[in-house]
C-alpha cells in the first residue's frame, strides 16, 4: 500500500529549517550586505544590479523561496520593476535527483517492491522544478503516466522560506507605505503550503475534470490513487509540444490555442469559483489533431484558488459596473473583495488597473491582448500611476483574495501576448458568464467540490 502518512524525518524540523536558513543567507546574505554598505556610506541606488545578484542568488537556491520569488515578480507593483524583470526570468528548471536517491524516494513511497508496480520508469526525470521532479513511467496494462515526486525536506524548506518572506516584506513596508503586503503574506503562504500536498492536487485534478468535462479544446489527465501518496503523484501523461513552439504558428492555429487558455482559466471561475492561479507556459502543452493545433493540456494543479460564490459576484458586478459606468457597481465589487477605507480618490485609483485588467473584455471587436502596446510595456504604465497614486492617497490593504485573481489574470494575458492572439475577447467572456448567478454559482460549486472530496 501507498506510504499516507508524511514520515518524521520529512515533517517541518527545526534543523532542516536552521540548515535552509544558513543556505539562504549565504547566498541571499552577500546581496544584502553589498545593498546595506552602499546605503551606509551614501552610494547611489543600483537596482539593475542588486535585481540581477539577487535573481543569480535565488537562481542557484532553488527550492521553494525561488518558487515565491517568482510569484512576487508577477504580482503588479509589489517589487520595483527591476527586482520583477530580472526575478521573472528565474527558471523553474532545478538540479534533478539522481537515480539512487529517486529509488531510495519511491521505496518510502510505495514500498520495497515498488518497481512491480510499473511496466517501466524513465530513471532520467522529464522535467524537474523547484518542489519536485516528474518521471515518465508506464503502468502495468500499458498506459504512459507522469510520476511527480517531490524532494525531501521541502515542509521545513517553505516554512523556513516563508518566514524569510515575512521578514522581506516587513521590511519593504518600511520603505515604502503604498500598499500594505500583509495579507499578501498570507495567501502566499497558503498557496505554498498547499502545493505541497500531492493528496489535495490529486483532488484539484479531478475537479478540473469535472468542471472542464464538456470543453474539447482542454485535456485534463486521470489522477492513479493507487500509485499517489502525499509526496508522489501519479497522473496520465499527455502528449503535447510546448506552447511557444507554436508562437510563430499560422494566426487561426494561435487562436485556437488562445481560446482554449480562455476557456481552462475563464469557464472554471465563472461557473465554479475555482482558478488555475500559476498560469504559466511551462505548465500547459499543445496537442494536435489532423496535423494542426487543437487545444491544451493541463499540467500542473498545485496552485488552484477557489473562491467564495461572492467574490465572483464581485467580479462580474466590477465588469458591468465599469461597462455601463454604475458606480454603484463599482464600488460594491470592491467592498466585496475586501477593499477596506473606500473614497473617491482610492476608487478612482483601483479603476486604472480595473480597466487595465478588463480593458480587452470591455471592446467589441477583434483585437490583441495589448491592442498596439509594446510587450514590454504592457500594464507598466498603469502600475506606476496606481503606485504613485497610492504613495499619496493610500495606504491600501490588497486583500488575500485579490493576490491570485489579479496574478493569474496578468500570466494569463502573458500567454495571449505570446501568442499574438486576435480575438473577440468580451464575447468570449459574456459566454462565460452568460446566465450568470451567485446561486448557480454556489450550487456548481458545493456538487463539484464533494465530488472531488474537496
Known sequence: MPNREIPDREKNRFSARAARYARVGANVGGVAARYAGRRLIGGAPNRAGEALALSGALGRLKGPLMKVAQLMATIPDLLPAEYATELQKLQSEAPPMGWAFVKRRMMAELGRDWEKKFENFEHHPAAAASLGQVHRARSLDGRELACKLQYPDMQSAVEADLQQLQWLLAIRRRLDTAIDTSEVAKEIGERV?????????????????????????????????????????????????????????????????????????????????????DPHLGNYTVFERAGGPAGINLLDYGCIRIFAPKFVQGVVDLYHGLLHGKDELIVHAYETWGFRRLS???????????????????????????????????????????????????????????????????????????????????????????????????????????????
Not at 480575438?423 to 452568460?434: G, H, K, V
Open 344 to 454: 473617491r480618490d482610492l476608487i478612482d485609483t483601483l479603476n486604472i488597473w480595473a480597466r487595465f485588467i478588463y480593458g480587452p473584455l470591455l471592446d467589441d471587436r477583434v483585437r490583441t491582448i495589448a491592442d498596439g502596446v509594446a510587450p514590454a510595456e504592457y500594464g507598466r504604465r498603469e502600475a506606476f500611476r496606481v503606485h504613485q497614486a497610492l504613495k499619496l492617497k493610500g495606504p491600501v490593504t490588497v486583500p488575500r483574495e485579490f493576490v491570485f485573481m489579479d496574478r493569474a489574470a496578468v500570466g494569463l494575458g502573458a500567454v495571449f501576448l505570446h501568442l499574438r492572439a486576435e480575438l473577440n475577447f468580451y464575447r468570449l467572456f459574456n459566454e462565460a458568464i452568460e446566465r450568470f448567478s451567485i446561486e448557480r454559482v454556489a450550487k456548481r460549486q458545493a456538487e463539484a467540490l464533494k465530488a472531488a472530496g474537496l
Open 193 to 277: 503550503r498547499e502545493e505541497l500536498d500531492y493528496y489535495r492536487e490529486a483532488k484539484h485534478v479531478a475537479l478540473y475534470r469535472l468542471m472542464l468535462e464538456e470543453a474539447d479544446d482542454v485535456r485534463v489527465p486521470r489522477p492513479w490513487p493507487e500509485l499517489s501518496t502525499g509526496r508522489l503523484l501519479t497522473l496520465d501523461w499527455l502528449d503535447g509540444t510546448r506552447m511557444l513552439a507554436h508562437k510563430n504558428d499560422p494566426l487561426e492555429a494561435r487562436n485556437v490555442l488562445a481560446t482554449a487558455m480562455f476557456t481552462a482559466w475563464w469557464f472554471p471561475f465563472s461557473r465554479f469559483g475555482v482558478i488555475h492561479g
